[in-house]
T-cell receptor, first 116, second 114 residues
Framework: NAGVTQTPKFQVLKTGQSMTLQCAQDMNHEYMSWYRQDPGMGLRLIHYSVGAGITDQGEVPNGYNVSRSTTEDFPLRLLSAAPSQTSVYFC???????????????FGEGSWLTVV | AQSVTQLDSHVSVSEGTPVLLRCNYSSSYSPSLFWYVQHPNKGLQLLLKYTSAATLVKGINGFEAEFKKSETSFHLTKPSAHMSDAAEYFCVVSYYSSASKIIFGSGTRLSIRP
């Protein structure tokens, strides 16, 4: 049981390049999400998914694309990187968002992305 | 609208003294509440969670939090701070009513003075 695995951990991109941040979980969680963390702003939700084939936008979706073809994987795509996307990205998963059982939210280790 | 507010962006205490990190939430639904800790350049680690059972929740590393529905608060405390507690702490609220409703507070940076 590896939990939530994110790759790569560090990445430098040039403006206009595209790349995909990978996220995988082996806990059979329905809910997966991507956050970005910027100084003084906490974590902001980019996109989320409540199950395979279902995705929706969060608070800051512009410039990012996601898909959920399997329960395990939830990649985040930057189609044309911009310096404003320099940030730390976290993938998270839980059995479901909330519920009376208080499902724990599990986070990946983070991906540090710099766009120059 | 649901929200979560961490009342202090930065808290500084001396080693061996109590720690209090404050969190208030607003919600029309019964929430699940969490505290996560993030050490520099690391991911987020679960400290504790409230799941509508006991209102006083004990977590790892001596931390605990009390859910007070009348005050809509979930403050994090520790009786005696240790240098290793220096980190960023996030209060997180999760609601069953909507799939998108996992809301983060803006974080509180805890500094420990020797």
């Amino acid at each position: 049981n590896a939990g939530v695995t994110q790759t790569p951990k560090f990445q430098v991109l040039k403006t206009g390049q595209s790349m995909t941040l990978q996220c995988a979980q082996d806990m059979n969680h329905e809910y997966m999400s991507w956050y970005r963390q910027d100084p003084g702003m906490g974590l902001r939700l980019i996109h989320y998914s409540v199950g395979a084939g279902i995705t929706d936008q969060g608070e800051v979706p512009n410039g990012y694309n996601v898909s959920r073809s399997t329960t395990e994987d939830f990649p985040l795509r930057l189609l044309s990187a911009a310096p404003s996307q320099t940030s730390v990205y976290f993938c998270a998963s839980s059995y479901s968002p909330g519920a009376s059982s208080g499902n724990t939210i599990y986070f990946g280790e983070g991906s540090w992305l710099t766009v120059v | 609208a649901q929200s979560v507010t961490q009342l202090d962006s930065h808290v500084s205490v001396s080693e061996g003294t109590p720690v209090l990190l404050r969190c208030n939430y607003s919600s029309s639904y019964s929430p699940s509440l969490f505290w996560y800790v993030q050490h520099p350049n690391k991911g987020l680690q679960l400290l504790l969670k409230y799941t509508s059972a006991a209102t006083l929740v004990k977590g790892i590393n001596g931390f605990e939090a009390e859910f007070k529905k009348s005050e809509t608060s979930f403050h994090l405390t520790k009786p005696s701070a240790h240098m290793s507690d220096a980190a960023e702490y996030f209060c997180v609220v999760s609601y069953y009513s909507s799939a998108s409703k996992i809301i983060f507070g803006s974080g509180t940076r805890l500094s420990i003075r020797p």
